[in-house]
Every structure is written in structure tokens, then in C-alpha cells.
Nanobody
């Protein structure tokens, strides 16, 4: 069973920064490509970023490119999302998941972490 715990969200002013973390079980993290997704109220979940096990291949959604940075610590089974220059449109619940390309491997999700950006 997939086990994912996201945390680090909160209330942040536009232009500010936030760091999200996601701890996965050993089985889930493994050597998988890990990704971040987000779901705003009333909208579908969307891809944000992904990173391969060795960190050599990273992808970002156009909407966050240049502002967000994804990283991972394989020794801690943890993937991070560093959010800079946040905008109100970044407000959403953020989730992590193992992915293939920009698609989740399955439909098992953690509880997510809420990010709210105010102007």
C-alpha cells in the first residue's frame, strides 16, 4: 500500500516562499521518479514537478518553472518542493506521488498539504 505524508504547507503572502516535504514508505519511494501535484478548489489535480531517483532529470509545469524547485533526499525517502515567488494562483492542496512521466503510477494519495497564498 502506498504511504505518503505531505507537510509544510501554510499561509504565505504573495511573493514569499514555502518549503513542502513529502515522506514516503521505502516501498513507495524506492527508485521511483517522484512528483508533486496540486489541486485547487473546484479544479482537477495537476502536475507540478517531478525528479528522477538520481536527480538528473527534472520536469516542471510551465506555470511554476523558474519559481519552484524540486529536490529529493533518498536516504530519508523524502522529496521536497521549494516554492519561491508564490502567487495567489498557487493556492491549492499539494500532493506527492511516484510517477511515470507526469502521470501518477496509481491512484493512491496522501492527505496532502494546504498552501494558501494571499495578496
Amino acid at each position: 500500500q502506498v504511504q505518503l505524508v505531505e507537510y509544510g504547507g501554510g499561509l504565505v503572502q504573495a511573493g514569499g516562499s514555502l518549503k513542502l516535504s513529502c515522506v514516503a514508505s521505502e516501498r513507495t519511494f524506492g527508485r521511483n521518479v517522484m512528483g508533486w501535484f496540486r489541486q485547487a478548489s473546484g479544479k482537477e489535480r495537476e502536475f507540478v514537478a517531478s525528479i528522477t531517483w538520481g536527480g538528473s532529470l527534472i520536469e516542471y509545469a510551465d506555470s511554476v518553472k523558474g519559481r519552484f524547485t524540486i529536490s529529493r533526499d533518498n536516504s530519508k525517502n523524502t522529496v521536497y518542493l521549494h516554492m519561491n515567488s508564490v502567487k495567489p494562483e498557487d493556492t491549492a492542496v499539494y500532493y506527492c506521488a511516484p510517477v511515470v512521466g507526469t502521470t501518477p503510477i496509481n491512484d493512491n494519495w496522501g492527505q496532502g498539504t494546504q498552501v494558501t497564498v494571499f495578496s
